[in-house]
């Protein structure tokens, strides 16, 4: 056998797969969580995969003077990032002839960088208000939250609270994966009737 034809085969097979590597990105959407109920008004979605956790969301809303206020906290897997929060909340009850109203309090702040990109718009198709926070820079590492809500009902009918929640990580490990997490959670504020 000659050495030389050998040797060049093998190295070019092996840059050939070394250089594959770097494309091969795995995706994962994750849409059926575990629901945890914390207490009244509280709630968290958990997102699992290959029997590990990989995020959760949760929700923590308390009521005062006839409005819903709520704090958000979005967890994910060490070497993950967070690349995009989609948010959309809207009140059954009275969701197409009047829609609650959902304002943003708190501005989402890492610690040293820009605050991340916020957007507010309503739904062509879809009920509700969504929030969509982008650019998170410092933030995609840590736990996110300091995204706060208040949700107003403009109809004394609603005292149920939808919130749909997409997160978009990325890394994971090698070869790199993506995760989608894809839940909704479900919040009763009967309170709101005697406002």
């Given at each position: 056998?000659?050495?030389?034809?050998?040797?060049g085969a093998?190295?070019?097979?092996?840059?050939?797969?070394?250089?594959?590597?770097?494309?091969?990105?795995?995706?994962?959407?994750?849409?059926?969580?575990?629901?945890?109920?914390?207490?009244?008004?509280?709630?968290?979605?958990?997102?699992?995969?290959?029997?590990?956790?990989?995020?959760?969301?949760?929700?923590?809303?308390?009521?005062?003077?006839?409005?819903?206020?709520?704090?958000?906290?979005?967890?994910?897997?060490?070497?993950?990032?967070?690349?995009?929060?989609?948010?959309?909340?809207?009140?059954?009850?009275?969701?197409?002839?009047?829609?609650?109203?959902?304002?943003?309090?708190?501005?989402?702040?890492?610690?040293?960088?820009?605050?991340?990109?916020?957007?507010?718009?309503?739904?062509?198709?879809?009920?509700?208000?969504?929030?969509?926070?982008?650019?998170?820079?410092?933030?995609?590492?840590?736990?996110?939250?300091?995204?706060?809500?208040?949700?107003?009902?403009?109809?004394?009918?609603?005292?149920?609270?939808?919130?749909?929640?997409?997160?978009d990580l990325?890394?994971?490990?090698?070869?790199?994966?993506?995760?989608?997490?894809?839940?909704?959670?479900?919040?009763?504020?009967p309170e709101?009737?005697?406002?």
């Amino acid at each position: 056998m000659n050495r030389r034809t050998y040797l060049g085969a093998v190295c070019t097979a092996g840059v050939a797969a070394t250089a594959g590597c770097g494309a091969v990105r795995r995706e994962e959407t994750l849409s059926d969580p575990t629901v945890n109920v914390d207490g009244p008004g509280r709630k968290t979605i958990v997102f699992s995969s290959d029997g590990g956790e990989v995020g959760h969301f949760g929700v923590d809303g308390s009521v005062e003077s006839g409005r819903i206020d709520l704090s958000t906290e979005i967890w994910h897997r060490s070497g993950t990032r967070v690349e995009s929060v989609r948010l959309r909340l809207w009140m059954p009850g009275a969701a197409t002839e009047s829609p609650a109203k959902v304002a943003v309090v708190s501005p989402v702040e890492g610690d040293s960088s820009p605050p991340p990109s916020v957007t507010l718009s309503t739904p062509e198709r879809n009920l509700g208000t969504v929030i969509e926070v982008t650019d998170l820079d410092d933030l995609a590492d840590e736990t996110i939250s300091t995204l706060a809500l208040v949700v107003i009902p403009r109809s004394e009918a609603a005292t149920t609270l939808n919130v749909h929640a997409t997160i978009d990580l990325s890394g994971g490990g090698l070869p790199s994966k993506t995760f989608t997490l894809d839940g909704r959670l479900q919040l009763a504020y009967p309170e709101l009737t005697a406002q």
